[in-house]
């Protein structure tokens, strides 16, 4: 089974940044992508990042662009999200996804059901 594992939540002030990490463990499988998702109370859970590891390339939410950025070690299956100039906005359960298929076009990557692998969720708290 495998078992995906973020770490680096927490509370921090807006303006802040924090690093969010998430980890393969279990059977090994092998991830075409990564991606990172959040999901704030009441609303539906929305893509937030992904690396897709055959070239590097990396894609973000239009929100996101120029504040956060994705990156990982295919080879251990870890992805990191560097989060920088939080907004209370950001608050959410933020979860890392892997994709064991290959996508026919990075526009895949942004929906979640593309996704094989889910973890369980860090909690992202913004305070204004």
């Known amino acids: 089974q495998v078992q995906l594992v973020e770490s680096g939540g927490g509370l921090v002030q807006a303006g802040g940044s924090l690093r969010l990490s998430c980890a393969a463990s279990?059977?090994?499988?092998?991830?075409?992508?990564m991606g990172w998702f959040r999901q704030a109370p009441g609303k539906e859970r929305e893509f937030v990042a992904a690396?897709?590891?055959?070239?590097?390339?990396?894609y973000y939410a239009d929100s996101m662009k120029g504040r956060f950025t994705v990156s990982g070690d295919n080879a251990k299956n870890t992805v990191f999200l560097q989060m920088n100039s939080l907004k209370p906005e950001d608050t959410a359960v933020y979860y890392c996804?892997?994709?064991?298929?290959?996508?026919?076009?990075?526009?895949?990557?942004?929906?979640?059901?593309?996704?094989?692998?889910w973890g369980q969720g860090t909690q992202v708290t913004v305070s204004s």
């Open positions: 996804a892997g994709d064991d298929r290959r996508a026919n076009s990075y526009v895949d990557y942004f929906r979640t059901s593309r996704y094989t692998y």
């Open positions: 279990g059977r090994t499988f092998r991830s075409y992508a």
């Open positions: 690396i897709r590891w055959s070239d590097g390339n990396t």
